[in-house]
């Protein structure tokens, strides 16, 4: 079936209600008809839910209808897009190994690698994105994992998911690429080599702004430790969210469909503007890596970032002038979200580590929402002209 059929017609088991619509199972444990089934189900000789921290109806549907989406084996839902980060990592490397990743990642996916991996020995080497093609000089005999985000945030570069995963099938190892900014809607890894996805559901998967997710898909022999681990060490995602994320899996196509359209349109307007000195968008001709976008992506998503003339100060006077757009850190949402990234969430960088990751001064990342697009452009065109 197609990806929107799916994303709707996948569900759990009708109960003895005949329910069309699946109702949330906010239920800690799972009764037992006698000692040999709670022993078999215990074994697992027996695929059935036992405790919610391991499985519970509402997580397997979600998870279910990823798996389909990215084209994966299997996966495992966890509480936030953070906890499926780290439980990947912690359920799969040993002391010692080594991780290659790109530099631009997530703000507390940095911090795992920096501040709390080196604790356990597990050390990372990072590649900024023109340096890309050099990888496998970077490569070391404990490397165990290349690690990636495409698009990236908040300077929306574009990695090559084909070439990383050629390179690392011919070293034995692992790609693990997060692909929050895209959904599985507009790009699957797996097609193109990766060994695992991770989504941080808690932006365009429920794209309004609501509850925290997020999940991990991939090969079955490594969600099975992932699995374990989560089982084990509690981060599980709660029924009630998981039926939010599965219910938003189902108009995730149509809604991604015109935030992308949005995006196109505001970056177009944003190109033509004099007070801006540059835009990136990955279906912009202008974007340095606009063809591979356009190979792995089935459009451009629905972030923008780009440079307002004057820096810091003219940044922080533009914010400051916004009127109908928000000034937040979420991203994703109905709503049209806007940050600056240099005075916020990258302002612990130097300003030589922020440059590092394309980060520059005036740099304003936006988030375009699901509202009409002519009340964004007015709201963003009137704060730029102040
Ligand atoms: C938000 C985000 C995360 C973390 O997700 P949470 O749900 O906030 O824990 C990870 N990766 C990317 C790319 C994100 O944007």
């Known amino acids: 079936m197609h990806f929107e059929t799916e994303a709707i017609r996948t569900q759990t ?76 990592f912690a359920a799969l490397l040993d002391s010692g190994d080594h991780v290659l990743s790109a530099r631009s990642v997530f703000g507390s996916t940095h911090s795992l690698f920096t501040k709390y991996f080196p604790k356990w020995q597990i050390n990372t080497t990072y590649f900024k994105v023109d340096e890309v093609a050099n990888i496998e000089g970077l490569i070391q005999p404990n490397t165990k994992v290349i690690y990636a985000e495409t698009p990236t945030n908040p300077g929306v570069d574009v990695l090559d998911l084909a070439f990383l995963g050629k390179v690392a099938k011919k070293h034995d190892l692992l790609l693990i690429v997060d692909n929050c900014f895209a ?16 989504h ?92 591979i976008a356009k190979k792995q992506m089935l459009k451009g998503g629905n972030v923008i970032s780009f440079e307002v003339e004057g ?25 049209t979200i806007i940050t600056h990234p240099a005075s916020t969430t990258h302002s612990k960088l130097t300003e030589k580590e922020r440059l590092e990751v394309g980060i520059t001064e005036g740099l304003i990342r936006v988030s375009v929402g699901l509202e009409h697009l002519n009340d964004v452009i007015k709201d963003i065109d009137q704060a730029l002209k102040s």
């Open 13 to 88: 088991d009708r109960s003895q209600f005949q329910e069309h619509s699946v109702p949330v199972y906010l239920t800690s444990s799972y009764v037992f008809e006698d000692a040999e089934e709670m022993r078999a189900s215990f074994a697992e000789e027996r695929q059935r839910n036992i405790y919610s921290r391991f499985t519970n109806p509402n997580t397997s549907e979600f998870v279910e209808k990823v798996c389909k989406m990215e084209g994966a084996e299997a996966g495992q839902a966890f509480a936030t897009g953070m906890s499926a980060v780290f439980s990947t």
């Open 200 to 291: 941080s559901a808690t932006k365009l998967i429920d794209g309004q702004g609501r509850v925290l997710g997020g999940i991990t898909v991939g090969r079955a022999d490594l969600i099975r430790e992932i699995y374990l681990f989560s089982r084990n060490t509690g981060p599980a995602l709660s029924p009630f969210n998981a039926w939010v994320l599965s219910k938003s899996l189902e108009t995730l196509a149509v809604r991604v469909d015109r935030h992308c359209e949005n995006a196109l349109r505001l970056a177009t307007f944003l190109a033509s503007h004099d007070s801006v000195n540059w835009v990136r968008y990955p279906f912009l001709p202008s974007h340095p890596q606009y063809d």
């Open 311 to 335: 820096g810091l100060e003219a940044g922080r006077r533009f914010l400051d002038a916004i009127g109908l757009c928000s000034l937040s850190a979420n991203l994703g949402d109905t709503r």
């Open 183 to 198: 959904t599985p809607y507009l790009q699957q890894p797996i097609k193109f080599g990766a060994d695992l996805v991770i």
